[in-house]
């Protein structure tokens, strides 16, 4: 199957203090790829560098994906283009913040509506229309005129998930989406994130430590180690749980509780 | 399914290759008072770097916006036009007021000694025209504005709002930063031309009530005081006060660090950031005032 992103030997940072190195996985196309690791082991830092939010230390993100009017696939490495070509490239994804990031000062339907005014030609009317039926797709239709201060958290997140999709993107990223969600709540936002992969045909990078959505939507990861500063496992989270030896990614897997069981 | 590869990259630690690439430093040592002023010294010439880079960067956003190459909301910037106007006002009125009736009372001192009490007019008018009215006004805004516009965008950094902008390929610079810069730099020769009033108004309340002089006397001298230049180098004023607290504002915001204590930061640096500035530039200005003899 074609990967739609490589990482080549992706080492992370902040100015001297390395939180990540030597990163090498592929996702391929239509994947819901996890990337998992226990609070504050970089994976947060590995999805800016993957949405040109942080300059990696070393190392390489490829992207694939047809380029337009042609049938070949087209593959680049995302931090060696220029500024434009980045720019371009960032065009075809869509990123849900773990906070949900709504422009505050804006309603639901211009957060909706900022991505298509900057991209599209499309008349006002058309725009108010994909509006509502972005915000139709994740259960928001009707609330076009209000401000996410008057939301709660699970609403901000379903209307930053329509502002993701505004522009039908190829890769969706979500950070920490079932953060601060009640367990119905998260369940309902899986249950989302499966229709649009579906709907959309889009490949899916999630960043999270929710045991039961990792194995509930999840067909592809990687696991991060805070201790060793790099990946340590991956593939089908299922799978890692039925077949990896390493206590390290058990332990996670299970949340501790066959180490338990081996204790009594 | 899948292939599965675990176990294959193991390392229990950083490598001393990558400490030495990267030269980790988890732990830092307690600094002593003089070392810390030191760093503080150094970190000034960073800091003005920063500041001229993102000067730059508004430059650049304001030629692609005059080319109409960037995207710029006119509601958006109404919005903000209309704030600095309807939160300064009153401030801008009170202060000016009081500023002028101040002048008028220490002026007063020296000048009936002589019996030259008219003259109060000639030293509120020239000093409200010239300097104090944008100085006061500069303070003023930069106490309303300037840490709104700071908090307004460290809060939007800590909600990871710029993010999001930066990953649909908007410039914060061009979407935030401009309107804002756009505003003020309206708002403050007009707040400015309004505080001149209120300031002379201010003297001619004390002298004309306390010190009994003729009214139309009063503002007779003052418009015979008061040159075209004097309105101009005011509004020169303004404008680079403008420029200074819109920079200093959406700078802090902007650099924000993520944590409770950063918000605070921000709005703190971005007052003290800007009344530094005005000062400096005020200094600046009056100096080349007097090099060219206006």
Known sequence: ?264 | MSRIIWGSRIINKPSEKLEADYSISSQKARKSFFEEIGEKVLQIGKSLGRELDFLGDIAFSLGRLVTGKSFFRWDDFMLLVKRCGVDTLLLVSLISLLVGMILAFVASIQLKMFGAQIYISDIVGIAMVRVLSAVMTGIIVSGRIGASYAAELAMMQTNEEIDALKTLGVSPVEFLVVPRVLALVLMMPILTIYADFMGILGGFLISTMMFHLNPIEYLNHTQLSIKLSYLWIGLIHSFVFGVIIAVAGCLSGIECKRNAAGVGNATTSAVVNAITGLVIATAIITFICQVLGV
């Open chain 1, 1 to 264: 199957m074609q990967p739609v992103i490589e990482v080549q030997n992706l080492d992370l940072g902040y100015d001297d203090v390395m939180v990540m190195s030597n990163l090498n996985f592929s996702v391929n196309k239509g994947d819901i790829f996890i990337v998992m690791g226990v609070s504050g082991c970089g994976k947060s830092t590995l999805l800016k560098c993957m949405i040109g939010l942080l300059v990696p230390l070393r190392g390489k993100v490829l992207f694939n994906g047809p380029q337009a009017g042609h049938s070949q696939m087209f593959e680049k490495s995302f931090w060696d283009e220029e500024e434009q070509e980045r720019q371009n490239m960032m065009r075809h994804f869509g990123v849900l913040y773990q906070s949900g990031a709504l422009w505050s000062s804006l309603t639901v339907g211009e957060n909706v509506a900022l991505p298509l005014e900057l991209y599209t030609k499309l008349s006002k009317q058309q725009i108010q229309e994909k509006v509502a039926l972005k915000l139709s797709l994740v259960g928001m239709k009707g609330h076009e005129d209000s401000f996410p201060s008057e939301m709660s958290g699970g609403m901000c997140k379903r209307v930053s998930l329509a502002r993701a999709i505004a522009l039908d993107p190829d890769i969706i990223f979500f950070d920490e989406p079932s953060a601060g969600l009640d367990p119905i709540n998260a369940r309902k936002l899986d249950d989302l994130i499966l229709e649009l992969r579906d709907s959309l045909g889009a490949t899916i990078v999630i960043v999270t430590h929710e045991l039961p959505s990792i194995f509930a939507i999840g067909n592809n990861s990687v696991f991060l180690d805070a201790a060793s500063k790099t990946m340590i496992a991956t593939g089908d989270p299922k799978a890692l749980l039925a077949d990896s030896k390493d206590p390290r990614v058990i332990q996670f897997l299970t949340r501790g509780v066959k180490d338990e069981q081996k204790g009594k």
